[in-house]
């Protein structure tokens, strides 16, 4: 009995100093915003100042909190993250060249602590159609305040959570991206995200955080392709908060793929809200591969008649990794298709959450939508929570959801061995294969081809495997 009240006082204690530690970070960082909020775009700053508020009145989400009842962010609340230093380190180029894609001619822009690098950027005048904007937002919050205004407001403040009011409060520097009607951008675009605490990038040795808010315009009939990445030079600690707004307008295309592989110390949230409009296509890919806490928010919202919709992820954890998806998905019109395909693959004492929402609004008829959540796990201690959901107000749809979670066959590994296999190269034969559809819906080859390479690296006899695929 008295273990029993020695263990309630140490979690209660516990609870307490986590309260206050966040209130001290919340606190910490609303005096951080308003010293910013002198700096940026004057037509900014009462967004700016509405986001800062409500992060004041909301602060860090908890596991009370049924969207966060899985993710406990009390490692990031606990955290004083200051901002990088405002000059851009100056990377040499050999540095990124390993997070390229081996043959995939691309148009650059590239983020170093969440400053522009212009000397690593590429944007290719010459073949560039007319009217397509690529820029940093930085550069477009002064020129192009009637194109970004409408976008930025599209997501009323009141609504958006903690960590989306921070980056409104913090915004700074992303990306813009603006593709005119009827333009097809033949070479995809690499948003390339690099952290590094390097020897002038910290924070006055605090651990830095970035912010990063990209805006993506597809025009009516348009078609562009983006890569948004975020990488890391070392293994340090900090935060990315990251906002990406993407606007699909009649009968365009949109493919976007997000891939994280950054420190095993590192904090990633990262928000993408797609709207689509009549007839338009949008296709997220997200791999998640690094970070200490990571949570991967895609909400997509079909509001136009006839639009295609595909939600493709890949999440694969070791050590004590937490990944944490979040899926929304509305029909508001009819006629709409959905896929959502997310596939996980867990080791040691790693964990995951899958939370997929459909929603089919009231006159949705029509609607086709599926969702699927698949995991591995490979030890005794990893850990996944999958929750998929459907909300349906209509009734002429076509709607299912499940999830699995499962091990590896052993008859499987066993007809593998038996064939001149050993023990590693047979697990991860299968592992390879349990990933590689995720990585086959993948429209680009050398994307594929380049997570491929990191997938094999992460298994054990991934060497060998990689000999026997040749």
């Known amino acids: 009995?008295?273990?029993?009240?020695?263990?309630?006082?140490?979690?209660?204690?516990?609870?307490?100093?986590?309260?206050?530690?966040?209130?001290?970070?919340?606190?910490?960082?609303?005096?951080?915003?308003?010293?910013r909020l002198r700096a940026g775009a004057a037509w900014l700053k009462p967004m700016r100042s509405a986001a800062l508020k409500r992060f004041s009145?909301?602060?860090?989400?908890?596991?009370?909190?049924?969207?966060?009842?899985?993710t406990n962010v009390g490692p990031i609340a606990r955290i004083a993250f200051a901002f990088a230093a405002d000059n851009a380190i100056r990377l040499p180029a050999q540095q990124i060249r390993c997070f390229t894609f081996p043959?995939?001619?691309?148009?650059?822009?590239v983020f170093v602590n969440g400053r522009l690098a212009p000397h690593l950027s590429l944007i290719s005048g010459a073949t560039l159609p007319a009217g397509v904007k690529i820029m940093p937002l930085e550069k477009a919050l002064e020129l192009d305040r009637k194109l970004i205004e409408p976008h930025f407001a599209r997501y009323p403040i009141e609504q958006q959570d903690a960590f989306t009011c921070l980056n409104s409060a913090f915004i700074e520097d992303g990306a813009l991206i603006i593709v005119p009607k009827g333009v097809v951008l033949d070479q995809p675009i690499h948003l390339?995200?690099?952290?590094?605490?390097?020897?002038?990038?910290?924070?006055?040795?605090?651990?830095?955080?970035?912010?990063?808010?990209n805006l993506i315009v597809a025009n009516r009939d348009s078609q562009v392709t983006v890569i948004e990445h975020y990488v890391s030079l070392d293994d340090a600690t900090y935060l990315t908060n990251a906002a990406t707004d993407v606007v699909v307008g009649e009968n365009a295309h949109v493919e976007h793929y997000f891939l994280e592989q950054e420190s095993p110390k590192a904090f990633n949230i990262s928000t993408l809200r797609i709207h689509q409009q009549r007839d338009s296509r949008s296709t997220s890919h997200s791999v998640l591969l690094g970070g200490?806490?990571?949570?991967?928010?895609?909400?997509?919202v079909l509001g136009g008649e006839g639009c295609d919709c595909l939600i493709n992820g890949l999440y694969v954890g070791s050590d004590s990794q937490h990944m944490d998806n979040?899926?929304?998905?509305?029909?508001?019109?009819?006629?709409?298709?959905?896929?959502?395909?997310?596939?996980?693959?867990?080791?040691?004492?790693?964990?995951a959450v899958f939370s997929g929402r459909i929603i089919v609004h009231p006159g949705a008829q029509k609607t086709d939508a599926k969702q699927t959540n698949k995991n591995l796990l490979l030890s005794e201690e990893a850990h996944v929570d999958t929750k998929p959901q459907l909300e349906i107000y209509a009734d002429d749809v076509k709607c299912t959801h499940g999830a699995t979670i499962g091990q590896l066959d052993e008859e499987a590994?066993?007809?593998?061995?038996?064939?001149?296999?050993g023990i590693d190269a047979a697990r991860s034969l299968l592992i390879h294969a349990f990933a590689g559809e995720s990585l086959d819906r993948m429209g680009i080859p050398s994307i594929r081809e380049y997570l491929d390479k990191l997938l094999l690296a992460r298994l054990p006899g991934g060497t060998i495997l990689e000999q026997v695929l040749g």
């Not at 390339?192 to 990063?212: F, K």
Request: charged share 25%; glycine share 10%; proline share 3%.
């Open 192 to 213: 390339l995200n690099v952290a590094t605490a390097g020897d002038d990038g910290g924070g006055g040795g605090a651990p830095i955080m970035t912010h990063p808010r």
């Open 292 to 300: 200490k806490l990571v949570r991967n928010n895609v909400h997509t």
């Open 1 to 35: 009995m008295i273990k029993q009240g020695a263990a309630l006082v140490e979690v209660m204690t516990e609870a307490v100093e986590t309260r206050m530690a966040k209130d001290a970070t919340s606190d910490g960082l609303v005096r951080l915003a308003q010293e």
């Open 413 to 421: 590994i066993f007809y593998l061995r038996a064939r001149g296999l």
């Open 326 to 351: 979040h899926m929304r998905v509305e029909h508001a019109q009819p006629h709409g298709d959905s896929r959502q395909f997310y596939k996980g693959i867990l080791n040691d004492r790693s964990s």
């Open 57 to 70: 009145e909301i602060g860090f989400p908890t596991t009370k909190d049924e969207e966060w009842r899985f």
């Open 103 to 109: 043959g995939l001619a691309c148009h650059q822009l």
